[in-house]
């Protein structure tokens, strides 16, 4: 007998079922790790995300790519994380909001709820909220840019098919 296992063992049901719906979630962070992207070998950023409604964790990944910034500043900002913070441990069991979708089925049929984007409440700028209003966006639907010169401009069309 292993006392190293045994010890504190209760337990536990494990067929407990799970109903999500594609809504607005809260979630927790449970695990950061620093990785590299499989096919480019970029620097990559995988965070464990624990639903609270569910015993369900979603990997959330966040590239060093051109979107970094705009993708770091989102996630710092949906956690209340201060901008800038990459201690990792002042991020354990931080709490925010991501909106849960059925993904598009793979090659065998099966689709399956993943993390479609953050919800970013009222950004935390140097330590304080500041008075930038709730925003709501995915990676595909980026905020039009602000007027110039008093005049309104088209935003530009974003068509990039991003793989996360």
Request: aromatic share 12%; charged share 25%.
């Amino acid at each position: 007998m292993n006392d190293e296992f045994s010890e504190g063992y209760q337990p536990e049901d494990y067929n407990k079922p799970v109903e999500l719906q594609e809504r607005d979630y809260r979630v927790q962070i449970i695990a950061v790790k620093s990785t590299y992207t499989q096919n480019t070998g970029l620097p990559m950023l995988e965070i464990d995300l624990k639903i609270n409604e569910a015993p369900i964790t979603f990997r959330h990944r966040i590239v060093k790519n051109e979107y970094f910034n705009g993708n770091m500043t989102k996630f710092f900002d949906c956690f209340g994380i201060h901008r800038g913070d990459f201690d990792y441990n002042h991020w354990n069991k931080k709490v925010g909001l991501a909106h849960i979708h059925k993904g598009k089925p793979n090659d065998q049929g099966k689709a399956y709820y993943e993390i479609q984007y953050l919800v970013v409440g009222t950004p935390i700028i140097g330590g304080h909220s500041s008075s930038i209003p709730p925003a709501r966006q995915s990676v595909s639907q980026p905020l039009a840019p602000p007027p110039i010169n008093g005049r309104e401009e088209e935003p530009m069309p974003f068509n990039d098919d991003i793989p996360f």
